[in-house]
């Protein structure tokens, strides 16, 4: 007997979503936003507002040397308590952000959160094209854990959903959206690797060629000054990785925070990183250059591209919704009973994550469950039924 039937996932979906919609509603009453001495809400949109403005005036090489922390959000709701941030992202980040910039705070978050939560939705959507699909990304933590911290999840996630559902027939879009999402190079690090396995010729120059456009036009409005800052800003984030304390440690969902947050020195940490990182690489060539499905390859990419970086945050796991997507395609009349619980369990693990962080619980559940599902979906891969025919 089938438990999750597309009855069940539509009302699984229908609760859990109202329950984060009655949560989120809670959260944004009780702001600022619309009372003076509320609580501060969506702190991280307030420092792609603030960072986009600076660039904006001049200022892109001090939004990556200034020493931010415990500094206000100048302009943002009049935000006077201190907030910890640092700015990572490469200087065309600043092209994305520019647009929502010039509106007042709430509006360019309304602008921002929704036209990315559109891109995101309607990547999942064409991937999987049922009802179904709409109610289970209605009642998908992670998409209600983004609109609560105004994080950037949704458009990385709908331009890897986009990117990989144009990669077989329209590859020079797909390549357009992977090289757009270079913005986040630590998750895109695997693309390269699979594209050339995949022999995606045409694919693979198109997203070197907008990453080349964006780098070039990047450099005539913000010159090299700001590319430099970039780059003294990355050794200065590896140094406050390896110097970051349990609060830190929890947020970030990598194998390299695992082994920090146990005990583990820096040198231990990256040996493990790099181990996991090695081998995820190199199941993912053999299963580019063999004749597995491709729903199959996307899956396993998407797993992978989450567990390569040691740097990868709780809002990144927008990008379990994609796998799901894409797995869901894989099994359709071919799923078993413990595959339908693990997609329901992943479901929940940005949620399960943000409570954990917020606890204080050092447990390595996101990190187990990825390399779990990502041996299993590698195993399932290899079944006659699985590859193409």
Known sequence: MVWLTSRRISLYGAAFGLFFLILYGYQLSDSRWFHPGGNPLFLDYGVFWTMARMAAQGQAKSAYLADLVGQHLEGFLDQREPVTFGWFYPPYF????????????????????GLSAALFCSGIYVTLPKRITLWALFGFSGLWLNLMIGQNGFLSAGLVAWGLYWLEKK????????????????LGVLFPLVLLAGREWRCLISAMATVCFLVLT???????????????????????????GLEHLLKVTSFYSWVRQ???????????????????????WKVWR???????????????????????????????????????????GNSRPEERGMMVFFWGVPALTYVMTNRNWALPVTQLSLIAVFWWVWRRSQETSLLDG
């Open 94 to 113: 600043f092209f994305y952000l520019y647009p929502f910039s010039i509106l007042k705070p709430l509006v360019g978050y309304g602008w921002f959160m």
């Open 171 to 186: 590859p020079v879009l797909a390549g357009i959206a992977i090289g757009l999402l270079s913005f986040k190079p630590q």
């Open 218 to 244: 990047s450099l005539l409005v913000y010159g090299t000054e700001a590319w430099l800052a970039w780059a003294q800003a990355l050794v200065r984030a590896h140094q406050e990785l390896g110097q970051a």
């Open 262 to 284: 146990w005990g583990g020195s820096q040198t231990e940490a990256e040996m493990v990183q790099g181990m996991v990182a090695v081998g995820i690489a190199l199941c993912l």
């Open 290 to 332: 063999s004749p597995v499905a491709r729903s199959s390859k996307y899956a396993l990419l998407i797993l992978g591209a989450l567990m390569v970086s040691p740097y990868v945050l709780e809002y990144d796991l927008t990008w379990l919704a994609v796998w799901g997507a894409w797995w869901g395609r894989r099994l359709a």
